[in-house]
């Protein structure tokens, strides 16, 4: 489709074309607008102007410590030793109290009595014959050391002479101590006593 101008658009346009290529003349003429051949030189002989050369600077002047630092030798490294604490003073300990043994009470020998237990006891009681024994016509004399305390009660007795058979001699034991005596006395004060005391077991009819 064709473009169709306005005559009055179309003949500013002309009008604007034709000032400018004035203007351009005249310019020329008075060498304001550069040739493009000066154009050209004058791009290329272009040049940066010179950097000045930049002043000296003064030598820079350390303060004497930090040369001190560096000039000194690195002091010898010495390993630090912990300081140990104090030993404590040692005390020799006292040597240990003799042992208190506790004396042990002097054994007072029993006064052996003349006579038969019997004599110095008026609470007695014979031995019971066994039955089994009587079965079996056991028969013998049993004859027991009895020790008397301060009290006149019987606090040991044992066989001195057995009778043969050990259900007489258990009859006599269990007799002997149950048997009540006077106390010995010696310078008017009771002390221990030792007897002896014999027990016959014989059978009705023998």
């Keep these: 489709m064709a ?14 074309a034709a000032l400018h290529a004035a203007a351009l003349w005249g310019l020329w003429i008075h060498r304001l607008v550069p040739t493009p051949q000066e154009s050209l030189t004058l791009f290329v002989n272009f040049v940066a102007p010179p950097v000045p050369p930049r002043a000296a600077e ?4 350390e303060p ?3 040369r001190a630092k560096e000039v000194a030798p690195p002091a010898p490294a010495v390993a630090a030793v912990p300081a140990s604490p104090p030993a404590d003073a040692v005390v020799p300990a006292p040597p240990p109290a003799p042992a208190v043994v ?3 009470p002097a054994q007072v020998t029993p006064v052996h009595l003349d006579t038969e237990l019997a004599v110095s ?3 007695r009681t014979a031995p019971i014959f066994p039955l089994a024994s009587r079965r079996m016509g056991e028969t013998g004399i049993t004859v027991l050391r009895v020790e008397l305390d301060e009290l006149g009660h019987v606090s040991a007795a044992r066989v001195a002479t057995s009778s ?3 259900r007489l001699d258990e009859a006599a034991l269990a007799a002997v101590k149950s048997w009540r005596c006077n106390p010995a006395l010696r310078n008017g004060r009771p002390v221990r006593a ?3 005391q014999a027990f016959k077991f ?3 009819g023998n």
């Design 194 to 196: 030792a007897a002896t």
């Design 58 to 61: 003064a030598p820079r002047r």
């Design 102 to 104: 506790p004396a042990e």
């Design 3 to 16: 473009l169709r101008l306005n005559p009055d658009r179309l003949a500013g346009v002309v009008l604007v």
């Design 164 to 166: 043969g058979h050990a």
């Design 64 to 66: 004497p410590q930090a």
């Design 121 to 123: 006891c008026p609470e």
């Design 202 to 204: 014989l059978l009705q």
